[in-house]
């Protein structure tokens, strides 16, 4: 039986990708060094799999880890714009010198297929909407460019040594497991958290920008997806809804699913942030059969539901 390996597995997105291999009686092994990822997210599946705590930038561990895998699922990273811009030296080596063990640690292991964590970052600025993977990239963070380097690594990886990659770039994920209480948390944990408790949610801006908002469950399946296409090897593709929400719309829309009557507090845009961001999804319709299941609102009544259970354990906390 095939054997996956998810980096980064205690985390938001790892951890709902563990969950659904455990779900479907594969054998997993997962990675973390709890950096960004929390013990708390592996309870679910504790017991049923092989769990080894170690740094992806420590390649020793890591190749001892790799061995007899076939599937590397690689969430493991730093994620957050506003932190790369504040420490870019930490994300760096997370994202792009994790990212190259990883693959190394692959290629040597003899792993069938890595499918890599990309992001939406690295288009940055250009104001082309939807965005297309072939248009050219234009990073304006740090984050944003580490995560354009793992994809030409993983390309690179794939015409070098033959070793087959799939880059999935996805955009503004929530879902249940986000956590809310960074300032770098993603903005729907942080506003879904905040307005349960009764506090007005911060906007950074206008609240006229835009996000192709995801729900996780989208990302999860386009992960399991990428492992078996074989037109999917040594490309890159958005992973998204395929539509755009402004700030000011979620925070509507919340009010509503919640019943509060909330203002927003706004304060000043943040540096290095984007103002649109929405994907074209054709390139992972054909590639990979994707098309996303739980849309937005369906997706943010989930959310709203677990973090009101999140909220009620002792110790967490709105942001
Ligand atoms: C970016 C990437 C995304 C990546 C993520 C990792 C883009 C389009 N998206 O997300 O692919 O996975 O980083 O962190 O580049 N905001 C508020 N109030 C808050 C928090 C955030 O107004 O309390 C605003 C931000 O200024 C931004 C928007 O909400 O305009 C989204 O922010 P965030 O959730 O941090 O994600 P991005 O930076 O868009």
């Not at 890159?236 to 919640?258: D, Q, S, Y």
Request: aromatic share 8%; charged share 20%.
């Amino acid at each position: 039986m095939s054997i996956y390996l998810v980096t980064g597995g205690a985390g938001f997105i790892g951890s709902n990708i563990v969950d659904e291999l455990v779900n479907q009686g594969t054998t997993v092994r997962v990675i973390d060094n709890f950096s960004t990822g929390h013990r708390e997210n592996l309870q679910t599946f504790q017991n049923r799999v092989d769990f080894r705590e170690l740094d992806i930038c420590n390649l020793a561990d890591l190749k001892e880890a790799v061995e007899g895998v076939d599937y590397i699922l690689h969430q493991a990273a730093i994620p957050s714009v506003p932190r790369s811009v504040v420490d870019p030296i930490s994300s760096h080596n997370a994202d792009v010198t994790g990212t190259l063990h990883v693959l190394w640690a692959a290629k040597e292991a003899g792993v069938k297929r890595v499918v890599y964590a990309a992001s939406s970052s690295a288009y940055g600025d250009s104001e082309q909407l939807p965005k297309e993977e072939a248009m050219r990239v234009r990073p304006i963070s740090p984050y944003g460019l580490m995560k354009y380097m793992g994809e030409e690594y993983c390309q690179l990886f794939t015409s070098l040594y033959s070793l087959e990659t799939v880059s999935l770039r996805y955009f503004n994920v929530f879902g249940p497991r986000q956590d809310p209480t960074s300032q770098y948390s993603g903005v729907l944990s942080r506003f879904i958290t905040a307005m349960i408790c009764g506090q007005r949610p911060v906007i950074f801006g206008d609240g006229e920008q835009s996000r192709d908002f995801t729900h996780v469950s989208n990302v999860v399946r386009a992960n399991l997806l990428a492992c078996h296409s074989s037109k999917a090897v040594g490309e890159v593709h958005n992973v998204a809804c395929g539509e755009r929400i402004t700030l000011n719309k979620v925070v509507e829309i919340l009010n509503r699913l919640l019943g509060t009557h909330l203002e927003p507090v706004y304060e000043p845009a943040r540096t290095g942030d984007i103002r649109h961001s929405m994907a074209d999804i054709k390139r992972a319709k054909t590639n990979l059969n994707y098309s996303p299941t739980v849309g937005f609102e369906e997706g943010l009544r989930q959310t709203v539901d677990w973090y009101r259970d999140y909220l009620k354990r002792p110790k967490n906390k709105a942001y």
